[in-house]
């Protein structure tokens, strides 16, 4: 039986990514940060298969102690097969920090699955690695939404308010960036694993699993912002753009179950080119540099 690791599986896309692995037969390790809740959402989830083999264990991605512990908690037999790094978090208002003291979009949805799965790769021999981004990584997207742009990593991890912009704004790039430096971390890590030239072949891809506006996600937005995105799902549904996770997980579980390839951006299901500044090198190598001399850990050197 193969085994899947899930981070953030406790809801949405996660929760019926893992629904999906353990009806292909994989047994699925749930990565997330509250296990009482985690159970919960299980035992009100009627489409689960709780006979299915499944484990719970705690993991919070804004803590390196705490991933840390999970690595090391695994049982050294485990074979691990695949990593859905899948969890994210986004929020409006002041700035909130990991307890690292890093910016806590970034520290979570980018550094935290950095350090995550390099650790994993150091202990395990993965064959299926899946980021999970957002076509918000592009900035020439069309959303409402503040767009990415790359910066030094000290600006990613240690931003500084702008006065010229509201912190709401700022918030929604910070998500926006964090979704980038994932799908440079895909390419990045495809090219260190291929120069490996390892016996074990390690597939990487990342994708877009669409536009899901009223998931977990956003679970600290205020009530304004909860309706103003509960109002453009209702609109983006009407006109055939917006996406829910039972749908998505499919096109999630696709990359680990069929998916041959590595080193691509999917949307749903199809491979598409991401975003320019995603291929470009240089800054994929300086955010991989930038995040080891954050945490203090070296990976995959070339």
């Given at each position: 039986?193969?085994?899947?690791?899930?981070?953030?599986?406790?809801?949405?896309l996660g929760l019926w990514t893992t629904k999906n692995l353990l009806d292909l037969g994989y047994r699925v390790i749930m990565a997330c940060r509250d296990i009482e809740k985690t159970q919960k959402a299980i035992d009100e989830f009627p489409e689960f298969d709780k006979?299915?083999?499944?484990?719970?264990?705690?993991?919070?991605?804004?803590?390196?102690?705490?991933?840390?512990d999970f690595v090391d908690n695994l049982s050294d037999i485990e074979n691990i097969y695949a990593l859905d790094c899948n969890a994210g978090i986004s929020y409006e208002g002041p700035f909130r920090y990991t307890k690292n003291g890093i910016e806590e979009t970034f520290g979570t949805n980018y550094l935290g699955h950095f350090l995550l799965t390099n650790l994993l790769l150091k202990k395990y021999n993965l064959e299926r690695i899946v980021m999970v981004s957002s076509e918000l990584h592009n900035h020439k997207n069309k959303s409402p939404f503040a767009k990415a742009v790359f910066?030094?990593?000290?600006?990613?991890?240690?931003?500084?308010?702008?006065?010229?912009?509201?912190?709401?704004?700022?918030?929604?790039?910070?998500?926006?960036?964090?979704k980038l430096c994932l799908v440079l971390f895909a390419y990045e890590l495809d090219r260190r694993l291929k120069a490996k030239a390892s016996s074990i072949k390690?597939?990487?891809?990342?994708?877009?699993?669409?536009?899901?506006?009223?998931?977990?996600?956003?679970?600290?937005?205020?009530?304004?912002?909860?309706?103003?995105?509960?109002?453009?799902?209702?609109?983006?549904k009407i006109i055939g753009l917006a996406d829910n996770p039972k749908?998505?997980?499919?096109?999630?579980?696709?990359?680990?179950?069929?998916?041959?390839?590595?080193?691509?951006?999917?949307?749903?299901?199809k491979a598409i080119p991401s975003s320019t500044d995603s291929y470009d090198e240089q800054k994929a190598r300086a955010l991989w540099e930038g995040s080891e001399a954050v945490i203090g850990l070296k990976f995959l050197t070339l």
């Open positions: 039986m193969k085994t899947v690791i899930v981070t953030g599986a406790n809801s949405g006979s299915k083999t499944f484990t719970i264990k705690k993991l919070d991605l804004a803590d390196f102690e705490s991933i840390r910066k030094p990593i000290n600006e990613l991890a240690y931003p500084k308010v702008d006065k010229n912009s509201t912190l709401q704004k700022q918030a929604q790039s910070f998500y926006a960036n964090s390690t597939l990487v891809n990342a994708i877009n699993p669409g536009l899901m506006l009223t998931t977990n996600l956003g679970r600290t937005y205020k009530s304004g912002e909860n309706f103003y995105r509960k109002f453009l799902d209702v609109i983006f749908t998505s997980a499919k096109s999630v579980v696709r990359l680990i179950h069929t998916i041959k390839t590595s080193g691509q951006y999917f949307d749903k299901n």
